[in-house]
């Protein structure tokens, strides 16, 4: 999109991604955790219009690592699941807890929630493969070390202070196998939860069949992803802060309202973003304003109407 030019009218459904920990009932704090629900529902409903429905994409990294502990707990036991098997049970789990929290905020105006457990293909043969980045799952002791990476075949980094823990490759999502299905529940005006973690990745086989993948997908790709096949009309990402930065957390420190992708990929060339935080969202972001032609904004749920006014938040032009 040119400077000063209008994003093309019309589109697809919004899509909107954020973290696994935004919207899960506290069994410690429950009315804080409805209140939450409330506030998070009501922050959609301005997305939500009758006849285009509304896709969300969560994260599951402090679930999935939850599992991987009670795995290694029980290994002696019971057989421990596989990665892509784990993704898929918080799928299930966070699911349900999102669509109970949504469906209790809504219910005056009787919208259906859904979620679609989603496959999300990635490529066997992506660089990430082979190159493992992601820290999952428990600590373990320094001493654990050659064993863990002998008997078991991990790659492990070591966390000063902590121990070791175990890498997985963090892939490139290229398809979403049930798409069709999000894309049919949210033309009939659906709240529909998809993508949860970033999707159960898998992988085609020479025969076209799919098998799973040991390996994490980051959930603002995939939300990305979703939403330039969707062709989303908008592409919401809410995180911990209002907007992006330069000089995050430093004394230079300076927001980001407005910026154009080959901006954000200067900015994220010279470091601005890190990997591990801001810099997947910057990169989704840039994939779908070059896809669509459409700005996408990066903002928190406490600044999404004055971003959506334009008077907070970040947007790729």
């Known amino acids: 999109m040119q400077p000063g030019a209008s994003p093309p009218a019309g589109g697809g459904p919004p899509v909107v991604a954020f973290g696994g920990n935004a919207l899960l009932p506290d069994a410690r704090d429950p009315d804080a955790a409805a209140a939450q629900a409330g506030a998070f529902a009501e922050a959609m409903l301005t997305l939500l219009s009758d006849d285009s429905g509304l896709v969300l994409v969560h994260g599951n990294g402090p679930q999935v690592g939850a599992l991987l502990l009670q795995n290694e707990a029980g290994r002696n036991e019971v057989p421990a699941s596989a990665l892509d098997v784990l993704v898929a049970e918080t799928q299930g789990s966070i699911g349900y807890l999102l669509s ?6 809504l219910r005056a105006r009787a919208i259906q929630v859904v979620t679609v457990v989603t496959q999300v293909v990635v490529d066997p043969a992506d660089p990430a493969m082979a190159n493992p980045t992601k820290p999952v799952g428990p600590f373990y002791p ?8 002998a008997e078991r075949g991990w790659q492990v980094v070591t966390v000063a202070g ?12 290229i398809d979403v196998i049930e798409i069709d299905a999000i894309s049919a529940a949210a033309a009939a005006g659906r709240l529909v939860v ?5 999707g159960i990745p898998v992988a085609r086989a020479d025969g076209g069949e799919l098998v799973g993948v040991e390996a994490v997908i980051d959930k603002d790709r ?13 592409f919401i990402i809410l995180t911990e802060v209002p907007h992006a930065s330069v000089g995050f957390g430093t004394s230079d420190e300076a927001p980001i309202l407005e910026m154009s992708i080959d901006r954000a990929q200067e900015l994220l060339d010279e470091g601005e973003f890190p990997p591990g935080s801001m810099g ?3 990169e989704s972001a840039i994939a779908y304003a070059r896809a669509t032609g459409r700005p996408a904004l990066i903002t928190n749920v406490e600044s999404l109407a004055d971003a959506l006014e334009g008077r907070n938040g970040t947007l790729v032009l």
């Open 162 to 173: 902590k121990g070791v823990r175990r890498l997985v490759p963090s892939p490139l999502p």
């Open 280 to 282: 997947p969202k910057v």
């Open 142 to 149: 320094e001493t654990d070390r050659a064993d863990l990476v």
């Open 222 to 234: 995939t939300a990305a992803l979703v939403a330039i096949r969707l062709d989303a009309r908008s």
């Open 100 to 105: 109970r929290s949504l469906h209790n905020a």
């Open 194 to 198: 998809a993508g949860g973690g970033g």
